[in-house]
């Protein structure tokens, strides 16, 4: 997984509330993609380098900053994911000061990374069981689609029966939902999560 500028600056911007200290995220090639201050967004910041090519925490002070580009006083972590270094998260200020959170920063940033990334895993396996189903319904069943079902778990050689469930009287349930929400958005989301709800009681049935 790659760090997404919306991903980073959605962390870094939470972070840097918490803490109360710029907090600032860099991608694996040492550029600032998320930060509490913005006008470091894009900057190339070489002190995460060192951090992210020896994959271990690293305090820059005023004076060791200085000949670093574009890195200030502060602490700057590894980001890791599945034991992979995928990036690097820093927080700006003296280090004796900053370096309490540190740690704090770096568990947050990387348990939403891992959030995300599940997240995204999530959806890719349903997409691709959604167009499983789609092409054994259309009946082109041969080798190539029996062995996509096996590496999502389906033995697609097994006699199977298809089951449609109605539920009952949904559509004048989502229409009232509609006119007690009244905002259209919140009306979408609601039914939406109620339909997640029920197809997750149906898969755990089956």
Known sequence: MQLTNELAQEIAEKTTKITGHNVFIVNIKGIIIGAGDISRLSQYHEGSTLVINHQTRFEFTKTNSQVLAGTRPGVVLPILLNSKVIGAVGITGRPQVVGKFGELVKNQVE?????????ELTKIRSK????????????????????????????????????????????????????????????????QYLKGKIYTHIQAFY
């Open 111 to 119: 348990m939403m990374c891992q959030q995300s990334f599940a997240a």
């Open 128 to 191: 691709a069981e959604e167009t499983l189903v789609h092409e054994v319904i259309s009946g082109n069943i041969n080798s190539m689609l029996i062995a996509r079902g096996h590496m999502l778990g389906y033995d697609l050689n097994l006699p199977r029966v298809i089951i449609i469930i109605d539920l009952f009287d949904f559509s004048t349930f989502a229409s009232d939902t509609w006119k007690k929400i009244k905002n259209p958005a919140e009306s979408e989301l609601f039914i």
